[in-house]
């Protein structure tokens, strides 16, 4: 395995990543933009607040609360946010729909957006025309997008401009920096939809000034499902209409007997009533293991790996979908194996302990940094009809 180096930059904190993974253990997993799975510590914190909340009730609710703002901190920091600017909420989904729902619209505004966005970022926008917005999807070719599309689209009325970051189904990757310039330029305020590239790529809003921004944690950021962040640029808190109000959006957020709408001067206000402490804890610890590894080193690892998965699914004549070209390419590889059917093809993958995903009809990788060469061999051989470790052939 000649190609091991191309992976090995002989600090061994990648293994030590991959320790952290007990997922590894077992599976070739590349898998990440779909669901990840939970690195051992998060394991750990979701395991000890099962325990305490079993056997002690909210007792330790204090402590979980204060772990719950550690988390806060911790996704403010890797945003180059304040706190202040940070809401913990359950999904993308409902960051979209704050923006979408609380947005002073008038008849006759539009957002502009992608065609082919997941359907949270389109549902919600396009839910407001009843309120007289329109929502222009932007077509989006076998060639991708060019951003000179997106600002065609725009007009004086354009008031929101709501992109995916990463794109789930291509990995197309776009350059946030003229986005926002684009947005702005046109007196339109930027959402970006940060699922699939939060946790792994760096985004510095102090530099990089997006409006608003979601991402739930059970991606890339190895956190479980149902905890994820909102990020609302501070001049923008009283621009939204607050939606979701509850006792946790006020000032006095403990004072149970004291009814006054006193909202809060910060993002939380949005946080409404309980939240999912269990999923918020699991998460702290997750990011925290993302911080370690550092969000340039993952990037630059994750583009190796891929740029590794690209030409090994290339020898057995793949041909990669996703734009690889440098600034674009992510952890997201869509391929096609001519001749082959991709839902047969995943499931003998997973027949044979390899994980990945089926999207637009093709096949589709998305590798985190523990993945390794082993885990792009065991891909090659599940995908390319060599023997699995019983000894049957699987190319029947």
């Not at 091991?4 to 590894?24: H, Q, T, Y």
């Not at 077992?26 to 990840?36: E, M, T």
């Not at 952890?331 to 093809?345: C, H, N, S, T």
Request: proline content about 4%; charged content about 25%; some cysteine.
């Amino acid at each position: 395995m000649g190609e091991k180096g191309c992976l090995d930059d002989g600090s061994g904190r990648w293994e030590g990543f991959r320790k952290e993974m007990p997922v590894a253990r077992r599976w070739a997993y590349l898998d990440h933009a779909a669901v990840s799975p939970l690195p051992a510590r998060a394991r750990e914190a979701l395991l000890q607040w099962a325990g305490q909340a079993c056997e002690d009730g909210d007792v330790h609710w204090p402590r979980w609360a204060a772990r719950v703002e550690e988390l806060r901190r911790s996704a403010a920091s890797m945003l180059g946010a304040t706190p202040e600017e940070v809401a913990l909420l359950r999904s993308t989904s409902e960051g979209v729909n704050l923006v979408a729902e609380g947005f002073p619209w008038r008849p006759g505004d539009n957002v502009v957006t992608l065609a082919d966005e997941f359907p949270t970022n389109q549902y919600a926008w396009l839910n407001q025309a009843e309120r007289g917005v329109e929502t222009r999807r932007v077509p989006v070719g076998p060639e991708g997008v060019e951003l000179d599309a997106i600002a065609r689209a725009c007009d004086a009325r354009t008031r929101i401009v709501t992109i995916s970051w990463v794109s789930f189904c291509t990995g197309r990757r776009l350059d946030l920096d003229r986005l926002v310039q684009l947005a702005h330029d046109r007196n339109a305020l930027l959402f970006v939809d940060a699922i699939q590239g939060l946790g792994v790529f760096p985004l510095d809003v102090s530099k990089t000034p997006v409006d608003f921004l979601a991402a739930d944690g059970h991606k890339w950021m190895l956190g479980p499902e149902g905890a994820g962040i909102f990020y609302i640029r501070r001049e923008h808190l009283d621009r939204l209409r607050p939606i979701g109000l509850g006792w946790n959006s006020v000032v006095h957020a403990h004072d149970f007997t004291r009814i006054e709408l006193n909202l809060k001067d910060a993002a939380d206000r949005y946080e409404g009533g309980s939240q999912n402490m269990a999923g918020m804890i699991g998460l702290a610890s997750s990011i925290e293991l993302l911080l370690e590894q550092g969000q340039a080193a993952l990037a630059k690892r994750i583009e190796e790996t891929t740029d590794l998965a690209c030409q090994r699914l290339q020898s057995i004549g793949a041909r990669i979908v996703s734009d690889r070209t440098a600034g674009r390419k992510s952890g997201i590889v869509a391929f096609e194996i001519p001749g082959r059917d991709p839902m047969k093809l995943r499931e003998k993958c997973l027949a044979e302990d390899v994980v990945l995903s089926c999207r637009a009809g093709r096949l589709r990788i998305s590798v985190h940094g523990y993945n390794n060469v082993e885990d792009l061999d065991r891909l090659v051989d599940a995908l390319s009809g060599r023997l699995n470790p019983t000894g049957i052939n699987c190319t029947a």
